[in-house]
C-alpha cells in the first residue's frame, strides 16, 4: 500500500513531467528528421554531381557518428565557436540531423523503385525537375519510404532518451533521478520501460492509420 | 501538300552511347497535318530519335525548329515551352500511378500550364471522353488495361494542345486485342489533322495511313518514300528485305 502510494504520488508525477520533456523532444525531431531526409534523399537521385557528393557525405557523417557523441558537439562543442544551444534545441538538433541520414536512405530506395518512365512521362509534359519531384516521384516515393521511415520514428523514441546525457532530463533522465534517490531501480525502470512500450505502439497505431489513409490501388503491397 | 506549313523541322540529329553512335545524321521535316512512320528493326534508333525531338535524351549534335523557331535546349525555360508542344506517346504508356486517370490529364494542365483546376478538369474529362474513357476516370492506372492506359496517356497528351504529337511504338506492349482501340484513337487523330511522328511495326496501319514511312537501320535514316513504293518497290535493298519481312510478320491488314 505504502509503495503503491509512493509511486503514485512521487514517482508518477516525475515521470510525467519526463514523459512531456520527451515528447518535446521526439515530435519535433520526428518532423524536421523526416522533412530533411526526405530532401537529402531526393538530393541523392536527383541532384548534380557535387550535391550528390554533398548529400552523401551527409549521410555518412550522420550515420557513422556514434549519437552521443554527435550530442556531445552540438551542446559542449559548439559554445567553442561562440553558439549556444540549451539542452533542448540541441537534442532535437543531433535527433533530426541523425535520423534524417537514415531516413534519406529508405527515401532514396523508394525513389529509385519509382519507374523511371514516369520521369519521362513528366519531362515529356512540360514538367520541370523540381516540378516532376514534388508532384509526380515524390508522392509515390513517400508511400513506398513509409514503412522504413516509420520505422526510424520507432527508433527515435527509443534513444530520445540520450537527451539525459546532455543534461536534457526527459523520461529516461527523470527516473534516473529518482531511482538513485529511492533506490526503487527495478520498479521506477518498470514503469519507464511500459510508458517507452506505450510510445512506440502509439507512433506505430499513428503510423498504420497514415499509410492506410494514403494506400492507392496498385501500391497495395507497401503496406507494411 | 507543297503549300502547307512546315511545322518541325529536324536537321543532323546525332546521338553516341559510349563509342557507339546509334543516331547518325538523322534529317526530318514535317509539314502541318502530316504524319511520318518510322519502320525499321529493334534497336535501329526509333525511340532514340523520337527522344531526340524533345530532348529527353540530349543529342550530340542537330537542330530542330518548331513552327520556325529554332530550340535551343539549353535554355530551361524554352526547353519546357517547347515541350508542352510536343506530345509524346510511349510503349509503356508511362502513367503516373498515384493519380486517377483524370489527373493523369488534368495535372500538367494545372501545375505546368497553370490553368484554373475547374478548367484543367472540364477539359480532361472532354479529352477523356474523346478517346472513349469518360467511364474510367475515377480509375488509378493498376486498374486499367493496356489499351486503357494508353488512351489516357494520349489524351493527357492531346488536353496541352500540342503542335506535334511523337508516338513511339504506341501499340507494342498491348495484347493484340487491345491493339485496335488504340489505332482507332490514333486514325481519329489523323483525321483531324494532328501533326505526327509514329514508331511502329503495325506495317498495314502504316502503310494505309501515313503519307510517308521513314526507314531507319543502324542509326541511319536509309530512306524515305510514300508507302507504296517503300513497301512494294523500295530504292534500298535492305528496305525492300526489312518490308517483306514485316508485312509477312504483322499482315497488310489491322
Ligand atoms: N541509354 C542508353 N545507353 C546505351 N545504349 C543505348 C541507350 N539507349 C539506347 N541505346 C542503344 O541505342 C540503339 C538504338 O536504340 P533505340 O533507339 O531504342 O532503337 P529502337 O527504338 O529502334 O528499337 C540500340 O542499340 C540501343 O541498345
Ligand atoms: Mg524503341
Known amino acids: 500500500m505504502e509503495e503503491l502510494l509512493f ?30 531526409g526526405i530532401i537529402i534523399g531526393a538530393l541523392r537521385v536527383y541532384g548534380s554531381t557535387i550535391l550528390k557528393k554533398a548529400a552523401d557525405t ?6 557513422g557518428f556514434p549519437l552521443v557523441v554527435q550530442l556531445f558537439i552540438w551542446y559542449f562543442g559548439l559554445p567553442h565557436i561562440g553558439i549556444y544551444l540549451s539542452p533542448m534545441v540541441a537534442s532535437i538538433v543531433g535527433f533530426s540531423l541523425c535520423s534524417s541520414a537514415y531516413h534519406s536512405e529508405y527515401v532514396r ?62 523520461l529516461t533522465g527523470q527516473g534516473k533521478i529518482i531511482a538513485s534517490e529511492t533506490f526503487k531501480y527495478t520498479e521506477i525502470f518498470m514503469i519507464i520501460g511500459a510508458i517507452y512500450l506505450l510510445l512506440t505502439t502509439i507512433a506505430s497505431w499513428i503510423l498504420h492509420r497514415v499509410e492506410n489513409s494514403l494506400l492507392l490501388p496498385g501500391f497495395e503491397h507497401y503496406k507494411a | 501538300m507543297a503549300h502547307r506549313k512546315t511545322i518541325l523541322r529536324i536537321e543532323d540529329m546525332t546521338k553516341r552511347y559510349g563509342s557507339k553512335t546509334v543516331l547518325k545524321n538523322a534529317s526530318l521535316s514535317l509539314k502541318e497535318g502530316e504524319l511520318k512512320i518510322l519502320i525499321g528493326p529493334s534497336g535501329g534508333g526509333k525511340s532514340t530519335l523520337l527522344q531526340c525531338v524533345n530532348f529527353l535524351v540530349k543529342p550530340d549534335k542537330g537542330r530542330i525548329w518548331l513552327d520556325g ?31 486517377t486517370a483524370l489527373q493523369n490529364v488534368q495535372i500538367a494542365l494545372v501545375k505546368v500550364k497553370k490553368k484554373t483546376k475547374e478548367q484543367a478538369r472540364t477539359r480532361a474529362i472532354n479529352e477523356l471522353e474523346r478517346v472513349g474513357l469518360g467511364d474510367h476516370i475515377k480509375k488509378y492506372p493498376a486498374q486499367l488495361s493496356g489499351g486503357q492506359k494508353q488512351r489516357v496517356s494520349i489524351a493527357r497528351a492531346l488536353a496541352m494542345d500540342p503542335k506535334v504529337m511523337l508516338l513511339d511504338e504506341p501499340t507494342s506492349a498491348l495484347d493484340p486485342e487491345l491493339i485496335s482501340e488504340v489505332l482507332d484513337v490514333i486514325i481519329n487523330l489523323r483525321l483531324h489533322g494532328m501533326t505526327m511522328i509514329m ?31 517503300m513497301l512494294s518497290d523500295a530504292d534500298c535493298e535492305r528496305t525492300r528485305e526489312f518490308c517483306s519481312k514485316i508485312t509477312e510478320l504483322y499482315g497488310n491488314s489491322f
Do not use: W
Open chain 1, 7 to 36: 509511486i503514485r504520488f512521487e514517482v508518477l508525477p516525475a515521470l510525467l513531467k519526463g514523459l512531456v520533456v520527451s515528447i518535446k523532444l521526439i515530435v519535433p525531431s520526428a518532423f524536421f528528421g523526416l522533412f530533411i
Open chain 2, 199 to 229: 514508331s511502329t511495326h503495325q506495317i498495314g496501319f502504316a502503310s494505309e495511313l501515313a503519307d510517308e514511312l521513314v526507314f531507319l537501320e543502324d542509326g541511319n535514316i536509309l530512306e524515305t518514300g510514300p508507302p507504296k513504293k
Open chain 1, 58 to 63: 551527409y549521410v555518412l557523417i550522420f550515420r
Open chain 1, 109 to 170: 530506395g523508394a525513389f529509385l523503385s519509382v519507374k523511371t518512365g514516369q520521369t519521362m512521362g513528366a519531362k515529356a509534359l512540360g514538367f520541370s525537375k523540381l516540378q516532376m519531384i514534388r508532384f509526380i516521384t515524390l508522392p509515390q516515393a513517400f508511400r513506398r519510404a513509409l514503412p522504413g521511415c516509420g520505422n526510424e520514428i520507432i527508433y527515435l523514441i527509443k534513444y530520445s532518451s540520450l537527451a539525459y546525457m546532455i543534461t536534457c532530463i526527459e
Open chain 2, 69 to 99: 523557331e529554332e530550340i535551343i535546349h539549353s535554355r530551361k525555360k524554352e526547353l519546357y515551352a517547347y515541350r508542352q508542344k510536343v506530345g509524346m506517346i510511349f510503349q509503356d504508356f508511362n502513367l503516373f500511378d498515384h493519380l
